[in-house]
């Protein structure tokens, strides 16, 4: 069966999505799941995945995942984290998803690798650098018509052929696991890097010095690639999806479930998914708003952060630099770089350190 956390609101439930690809056909199956087992809600995780909170059911939860082809093993559950550049294939750009599949099968098929901490990442990056970016355990980035064999975020100076770097990915990955002395990430192994190049046979030459990253547009068309106008990103709101929102999503044709709290569409009615909520603007002060679980999931939580921040973010200007909303002094979840900190105390907000303030007044101080 599906493994279940509990959290402060109940049961939640974790369903990977290796390189984030849902079916239409998948994505209702998991929404009716959370209408009828949980709070009705998909939540989207940094790491591309959907969570199902206040679960009342769980086995029933894993018979219907089976049967929509949701969770092909339950031994390698905790260890499928496998992103993809979502754009891949549909912008013009490589298209990773043969190299995504071959990875999560040999990964399933390896009784070994399900001793990978569940933190272990492994990442595909089409080239435009939006996934080399994110520090993956194991990685590979394509360099013109081959893949660089990233380690811990670090290009080795490694080059493959596609067609044999899920097999070096997953020997990478049992490399780390013949190292490792209780570490969770590769980073986090002394000399790690090295340690798995030589148990790989190849030597550290030095990794090419590539463009800087191009970020997945934070809302709105891509107009690229063979699908052009079709082709949109929805920022999802605090990474909440709803019942009438999923259920728009799932009239598109395809569906890639990012790690920005955003899916990537083709062939949806951008008027229509407004409608419902979600954001295809790229200038929406949407795009730049997160938060943390907060109450009632999260038993730690001062406050509903999420309750707040969509009454509050109405209110903010477009383009607003990034806003990130914590229940407590743990911060999960907030964005690497400059953000506004607003932080739940016992009587209100504190925005970058402030005194206390409202919900409302912190707005003031957002901008
Ligand atoms: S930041 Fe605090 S309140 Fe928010 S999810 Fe983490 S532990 Fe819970």
Same mark, same amino acid.
């Given at each position: 069966?599906l ?12 369903v990977r999505l290796p390189g984030g690809v849902l079916s239409p056909m998948q994505l209702r199956v998991l929404?009716?799941a ?16 959907i ?10 939860l894993s018979d219907r995942l089976y049967d929509a082809g949701l969770l092909p093993s339950i031994?390698h559950e905790?260890?499928r ?16 998803q043969?190299?995504v599949g071959?990875?999560d099968r040999?990964?399933c ?89 030589? %148990?790989?046979?190849?030597? @550290? !030459?030095?990794?090419?010095?590539? &463009? $800087? #990253?191009?970020? /997945?547009?934070?809302? *709105?068309? +891509? ?32 569906l %890639?479930v990012?790690?920005? @709290? !955003?899916?990537?569409?083709?062939? &949806? $009615? #951008?008027?229509? /998914?407004?409608?419902? *909520?979600? +954001? ?88």
């Amino acid at each position: 069966m599906l493994s279940v956390h509990q959290a402060a609101d109940g049961g939640l439930a974790r369903v990977r999505l290796p390189g984030g690809v849902l079916s239409p056909m998948q994505l209702r199956v998991l929404s009716e799941a959370s209408r009828e087992l949980g709070d009705g809600n998909l939540e989207l995780t940094s790491r591309g995945n959907i969570q199902i909170r206040a679960l009342r059911a769980p086995g029933e939860l894993s018979d219907r995942l089976y049967d929509a082809g949701l969770l092909p093993s339950i031994t390698h559950e905790r260890v499928r984290n496998i992103l993809a550049s979502p754009l891949s294939g549909l912008d013009g750009s490589y298209d990773l998803q043969a190299l995504v599949g071959e990875l999560d099968r040999g990964l399933c098929a390896s009784p070994r690798l399900a001793e990978l901490p569940g933190r272990f990442l492994f990442a595909l990056d089409d080239g435009r650098g939006d996934l080399a970016a994110v520090g993956a355990d194991v990685g590979v980035r394509v360099v013109r018509d081959q893949l660089a064999l990233l380690l811990a975020g670090e290009d080795t100076g490694v080059r493959l052929a596609p067609a044999e770097a899920p097999l070096v990915m997953l020997r990478a990955a049992e490399a780390f696991l013949d190292e490792r002395d209780g570490e969770w990430r590769l980073g986090e192994l002394a000399d790690g890097v090295a340690k798995v190049l030589s %148990r790989l046979g190849y030597s @550290r !030459s030095g990794g090419q010095q590539q &463009a $800087d #990253a191009e970020e /997945l547009p934070a809302g *709105g068309p +891509v107009r690229a690639g063979v699908y052009g106008p079709e082709l949109l990103v929805a920022t999802v709101p605090l990474g909440s999806l709803g019942p009438e929102q999923a259920a728009v999503l799932a009239e598109a044709g395809r569906l %890639r479930v990012t790690p920005w @709290r !955003s899916v990537v569409v083709v062939g &949806a $009615d #951008a008027d229509r /998914l407004q409608q419902t *909520g979600l +954001v295809v603007d790229s200038e929406s002060p949407w795009n730049r708003v997160t938060a943390c679980a907060g109450k009632p999931g999260c038993g730690k939580a001062l406050a509903d952060v999420r309750r707040d921040a969509r009454r509050v973010t109405p209110a903010l200007p477009k383009n607003q630099r990034p806003v990130h909303w914590s229940g407590c002094e743990r911060r999960c979840g907030q964005p690497a770089g400059d953000f506004v900190d607003v932080l739940a105390l016992t009587d209100g907000y504190s925005v970058d350190g402030s005194e206390a303030v409202t919900a409302e007044q912190s707005v003031m101080r957002m901008r």
